[in-house]
């Protein structure tokens, strides 16, 4: 008799995994039974960044993981992809253990692991890049004594910015940029910076008279700030 599928029916069977299964048929009194292996193959996946931004300023907060949207998926879904952050100028800087704050340089590399149902794959970001910020330094005050040769120390961390709470400077360096004192100043005994602490050696001024007699001013470098100029003005007095 010609071959006919009439009277048999398969024998219920759940499959949701890949794999290899083996499929049983039966006839409809169950005097016989045929058996066939069928192999479920995983789910091929691929994954690629659509439209995500690589370019940002410090604001304090960590970088948002790439939306459903912003990532072009097959064979997997949203739910499945891990985000792993590295920092540096190439895809292999330095493992971040979550998304990056400061400003730097960074590259994102987002993945499908591979499982029971589905494929590895793995996509990288360009080059993501959190600029700087921008602030201005507090103005600095000095009063130096007329009449007398001394040297003066000041505190330069005075001068640092007021920062809305969850901003930070990260590492602050001081550089010396230009003292105008006149005759109180000579550049042959030249001011100094050590740390945080201006020293400023004072020459000897015969005079009466107070006021303003010029000013000095330091460059305050930072991690998430561009530079600064901070200004100190110095005040003569009796």
């Not at 039966?26 to 960044?49: E, P, Y």
Request: hydrophobic letters at 30%; proline letters at 4%; charged letters at 15%.
């Amino acid at each position: 008799d010609d071959a006919t599928t009439d009277g048999w029916s398969l024998v219920e069977q759940e499959i949701k995994n890949a794999g290899t299964y083996t499929l049983t048929a039966k006839n409809s009194d169950g005097s016989r039974t045929v058996q066939k292996q069928v192999t479920v193959s995983k789910a091929t996946s691929t994954i690629a960044f659509n439209n995500y931004a690589l370019s940002y300023t410090y604001t304090g907060q960590p970088l948002a993981n790439p939306t459903a949207e912003q990532l072009t998926l097959t064979g997997a879904g949203y739910d499945d992809v891990t985000f792993t952050w590295y920092e540096g100028t190439s895809p292999n800087g330095t493992k971040l253990d979550s998304a990056p704050t400061d400003a730097g340089t960074y590259y994102l590399v987002a993945s499908i692991p591979d499982s029971n149902n589905t494929t590895a794959s793995e996509a990288t970001s360009g080059e993501i890049t959190i600029t700087k910020a921008t602030a201005t330094a507090a103005p600095g005050a000095l009063s130096v004594s007329n009449n007398a040769a001394k040297t003066y120390t000041y505190d330069l961390s005075q001068l640092l910015p007021a920062l809305d709470d969850g901003k930070t400077l990260g590492e602050v360096t001081y550089a010396l940029g230009t003292v105008s004192l006149g005759s109180y100043y000579d550049s042959s005994s030249p001011a100094t910076i050590s740390g945080s602490t201006l020293t400023l050696p004072i020459q000897a001024v015969v005079s009466d008279t107070e006021g303003s007699i010029g000013t000095v001013t330091a460059t305050i470098s930072s991690d998430n700030y561009a530079d600064m100029t901070a200004t100190i003005t110095v005040s003569s007095v009796i």
